[in-house]
């Protein structure tokens, strides 16, 4: 399965904004060296219980992830 997803780093917590289409995800790192990526997919990974993948979006804040 996959996600769209609009990121927003350098929030107080990570959590789902908005749900649909395109998920709106608040994420508690900053956009540098990939710890806002990387934050992203620890969230998805505890909230799906499943493996995540980032297809596309390294360097901005739309991303697609894979679920498998």
Do not use: C, H, W
Not at 26 to 33: E, L, S
Not at 34 to 60: D, M, P
């Amino acid at each position: 399965m996959r996600l769209k997803i609009k990121v927003k780093p350098n929030q107080p917590e990570t959590k789902i904004l908005k749900e649909g289409e395109e998920l709106v995800i608040a994420v508690a790192a900053p956009a540098d060296k990939s710890k806002a990526n990387i934050e992203l997919l620890k969230f998805l990974r505890r909230k799906y219980k499943k493996e995540v993948k980032l297809i596309s979006g390294t360097t901005s804040r739309k991303k697609i992830v894979q679920l498998s």
